[in-house]
């Protein structure tokens, strides 16, 4: 137990390496990751990112000239759900249309293929 601050500096390279399980906690205050360079967070199977916060205010942000968000697997998809909890398939999503002038049925339209 350490009741004070406490900093590992190292002037090269820190490994932390567990056979099981690693976890970092915060009880009250904030946590940050800060790359000097790039940033690889990789996961071999399910990769969650969760604001506890009842999902209420909760963001995601990607700030900067040319931020993106790519899914490159295939069958990958995002998706999202609207004001009433509906969700929606970026790469599955229809949309609706109203009847033509003349009361004509119009089709939906189809998902975007690029
Ligand atoms: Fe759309």
């Given at each position: 137990?350490?009741?004070?601050?406490?900093?590992?500096?190292?002037l090269?390279n820190?490994?932390l390496?567990a056979?099981d399980?690693?976890s970092?906690?915060?009880?009250?205050?904030?946590?940050?990751?800060?790359?000097?360079s790039?940033?690889?967070?990789k996961?071999?199977?399910?990769?969650?990112?969760?604001?506890?916060?009842?999902?209420?205010?909760?963001?995601?942000?990607?700030s900067?000239?040319g931020?993106?968000?790519?899914?490159?697997?295939?069958?990958?998809?995002?998706?999202?759900?609207?004001?009433?909890?509906?969700?929606?398939?970026?790469?599955?999503?229809?949309h609706?249309?109203?009847n033509?002038?003349?009361?004509d049925?119009?089709?939906p339209?189809?998902a975007?293929?690029?």
């Amino acid at each position: 137990l350490i009741r004070g601050d406490y900093a590992v500096t190292s002037l090269k390279n820190i490994s932390l390496l567990a056979k099981d399980q690693l976890s970092a906690t915060t009880i009250s205050g904030i946590m940050s990751y800060i790359s000097g360079s790039k940033l690889n967070m990789k996961s071999v199977n399910t990769m969650t990112i969760k604001s506890e916060l009842l999902g209420i205010g909760s963001s995601l942000t990607f700030s900067g000239i040319g931020s993106s968000i790519s899914a490159s697997g295939i069958g990958s998809t995002v998706t999202a759900k609207n004001g009433l909890g509906v969700a929606i398939e970026l790469t599955g999503h229809i949309h609706p249309q109203p009847n033509d002038a003349d009361g004509d049925v119009q089709l939906p339209t189809l998902a975007p293929i690029a």
